[in-house]
Nanobody, 124 residues
């Protein structure tokens, strides 16, 4: 069974950076789209970024464009989220996911495997 484990979260001051990683085990995921979502307390799950299986196509939420970068290393079965110029509103639990196909999307329904999440807290 596919298992996803996120890491790299933590507490940082506004303007700082964090790099999240999501390592997968149980199955090679190089042919599937990958994505990051986040969920803040009392809020709905929000799309952050996604990437197609070869990394050619990427999508970003408007709120993170220019600040976050999604990437993947299929040889390591890992997807990353580089977060720069963090803002307090970025505070949330970040979850990585695996797409049903190789094509990326912004819809949570298009992803069928999820990690447990890693907490990111940004203070002002």
């Amino acid at each position: 069974q596919v298992q996803l484990v996120e890491s790299g979260g933590g507490s940082v001051q506004a303007g700082g950076s964090l790099r999240l990683s999501c390592a997968a085990s149980g199955r090679a995921l190089g042919t599937y789209a990958r994505a990051w979502f986040r969920q803040a307390p009392g809020k709905e799950r929000e799309f952050v970024a996604s990437i197609s299986w070869r990394g050619v196509t990427t999508y970003y939420a408007d709120s993170v464009k220019g600040r976050f970068t999604i990437s993947r290393d299929n040889a390591k079965n890992t997807v990353y989220l580089q977060m720069d110029n963090l803002k307090p509103e970025d505070t949330a639990v970040y979850l990585c996911s695996v797409g049903r196909t190789s094509a990326t999307s912004r819809r949570a329904d298009d992803y069928n495997y999820w990690g447990q999440g890693t907490q990111v807290t940004v203070s002002s």
